[in-house]
């Protein structure tokens, strides 16, 4: 692997606004948090099969949101959702260009480790985590 990281650019940089308000990553959480209580609430009360399958899907979405705050960015495919130091909630995508071969960079998975990989040579690899 190569040691210098080669700069990947956001070619697209979009707020995440609900009803016109910039989503906070503080509002997102403490929502998840809240609605993976009431889904439990509801599952104790009701003991259906139906609130348990939202208790579950609240708190991934809450953890996911606590990943998201921690790490400041989290890859998902083509897009990325990026929190900024304020607490905003960013939907982007990043591009770079190969320094070796001036191919395309996209952000691959291996071995469950994300990395950035060059389109023309997959052996252009590049330690995405910092
Ligand atoms: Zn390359």
Aim: glycine share 6%; proline share 2%; with cysteine.
């Amino acid at each position: 692997m190569n040691k210098e990281n080669p700069k990947l650019e956001r070619i697209l940089e979009k707020q995440i606004k609900i009803f016109g308000k910039q989503l906070k990553i503080m509002r997102v959480i403490l929502i998840f948090l809240a609605s993976t209580l009431y889904a439990l609430m509801m599952y104790m009360e009701g003991n259906s099969l139906f609130s348990l399958f939202f208790t579950f899907v609240f708190s991934s979405l809450f953890i996911i949101s606590i990943i998201l705050m921690k790490k400041k960015i989290m890859y998902f495919g083509k897009y990325n959702l990026e929190c900024s130091s304020a607490g905003d909630v960013y939907l982007t995508i990043l591009q770079g260009i190969c320094p070796n071969c001036k191919g395309f960079l996209k952000i691959a998975k291996k071995d469950g480790i994300k990395i950035i990989q060059c389109q023309e040579d997959k052996t252009h690899i590049w330690n995405l985590e910092k």
